[in-house]
């Protein structure tokens, strides 16, 4: 009888999270991590709580010595957590780190209603920011791979049923429990079809975007990629370069959707710049691998640009969060400049030295306030000409094609045309010199 009344306050916490309000969060410390980094990660979790539009009651950090298998904590600070949020009336519990679906099964138990994780509230934020059909599937293929373990937490009810229908009767309960678990499989088969059919859709707009990337290779316009953590600046120095159309807020996760925008340097030279998706600290590996067509853009770049909010506290494993996922796409080879944004808000002058002396091409900037971009420029079109070389070349008139494309996508220093040849002195893009290296003198 007891446990068919557990099952019953368990399943009463069955609930939509839009339709909640207050929550209280909570982050784990070992004894090799301080309790003021913890108190950060929990400050950030605020930030994605109140972006999702939750009202933050309760932040508590605790330190932990072993992780318990069943509630994370042990039972002692999870009594002490049960009375806190009774005591504050809050409505969700959000634990900073990832709990499996065993753990949060057993603390909802406890706690009598909702516990979720990093990992869901950050799901749930770019569900709520996504606009695009692309952003909209990409987010529903990581929701529902996320759901998939969690089935038996969805299915609560028919324990239920089978406590009340059968009136004791073992017979009865047993026929009924057999019935949950048939259903369980039957979602699980549906869940596993969604996302095999998700992942096809996917796949139709990666080999779209493959096509784009082939018609921008061919304009031969060098490509800059603005990337970093979220909430760093990247739209805003978009905007402010570009006047491009995008969405500025001071809100993590603003943007979900790549932008391109065309843009001409200082010395004349067309460039284009992509505003890419954020990322976060712990960010949820199947966001990764559901977001990858998108993040993938970074990686189609010639040169990125890594924004970092320099004014924050955090800045220094922000950027570490974000070259982490640059190493997992197989980007962080690529040739990059880091931009320290906010610098007018940052406290912490010590903070901007140690950004130069870790990476030696560092340009400080404010964007909103539109400062510093001559330097920026100048390091922009300095990487520009990393890429590129001089070459000495005598080439026959007769490879009038050739020659084109040298002049399209290279800069002429000099020229003679002397008999039936062209000598030329030529600025290109080095992955061009393998097609002229025959001619060159």
């Known amino acids: 009888m007891k446990k068919i009344e557990e099952e019953k306050l368990y399943e009463d916490i069955r609930y939509e999270l839009k339709d909640l309000k207050t929550v209280m969060l909570v982050g784990g410390y070992p004894a090799s991590q301080s309790k003021d980094e913890c108190i950060e990660h929990i400050d950030e979790l605020a930030s994605l ?23 994370y904590f042990g039972k002692g600070k999870v009594e002490e957590l049960v009375v806190i949020s009774n005591t504050s009336d809050v409505d969700v519990v959000i634990f900073d780190d990832n709990i499996n679906p065993n753990q949060q099964r057993n603390l909802e138990k406890l706690f009598k209603k909702p516990v979720i994780d990093r990992t869901e509230l950050i799901l749930e934020v770019f569900a709520q920011r996504a606009h695009t059909r692309e952003a909209k599937i990409q987010i529903e293929l990581a929701k529902t791979q996320y759901q998939l373990p969690r089935l038996k937490r969805l299915w609560t009810h028919l324990s239920r049923q089978s406590g009340s229908a059968g009136g004791g009767s073992s017979g009865a309960g047993g026929h009924l429990k057999g019935e949950g678990e048939r259903q369980i499989e039957i979602d699980k088969r549906i869940l596993k ?3 095999a059919a998700l992942k096809e859709e996917l796949k139709v707009i990666s080999a779209q975007r493959k096509t784009q990337r082939q018609s921008r290779v061919k304009s031969f316009t060098p490509l800059f990629g603005i990337i970093g953590y979220t909430n760093a600046g990247k739209s805003t120095l978009l905007k402010a370069l570009t006047d491009a159309d995008v969405l500025v807020e001071d809100k993590l996760f603003a943007t979900l959707d790549t932008t391109t925008r065309k843009f001409k340097l200082p010395s004349g030279q067309d460039i284009l710049l992509i505003d890419t998706v954020g990322f976060i600290r712990k960010i949820p590996h199947s966001l ?50 880091t931009i320290l944004n906010k610098v007018d808000q940052c406290q912490d002058r010590s903070m901007m030295l140690k950004f130069k002396l870790k990476f030696p091409k560092t340009v400080m900037v404010s964007a909103l306030k539109q400062e510093g971009f001559e330097k920026l420029f100048e390091m922009m079109e300095l990487e520009l000409r990393a890429l590129r070389m001089v070459a000495q070349l005598k080439i026959p008139q007769s490879e009038y094609g050739l020659i084109s494309q040298i002049i399209e996508r290279g800069r002429v220093l000099e020229s003679e045309y002397v008999e039936n040849d062209v000598l030329m002195k030529v600025e290109i893009p080095k992955d061009l010199y393998k097609k002229i290296e025959p001619f060159s003198i």
């Not at 970092?308 to 197989?330: C, G, I, R, W």
């Open 288 to 337: 990764v691998e559901s977001f990858k067509s998108t993040l993938e853009e970074a990686t189609y770049t010639d040169i990125l640009l890594h924004v970092v909010d320099v004014s924050n506290p955090m800045a220094e494993e922000h950027a570490e969060a974000t070259l982490a996922v640059l190493k997992e796409l197989k980007a962080d080879k690529k040739p990059m400049i």
């Open 49 to 71: 709580a109140k972006t999702y539009g939750f009202d933050v009651i309760e932040k508590c950090p605790c330190p932990i010595r072993k992780i318990d298998a069943a509630t």
């Open 193 to 195: 079809r969604r996302i």
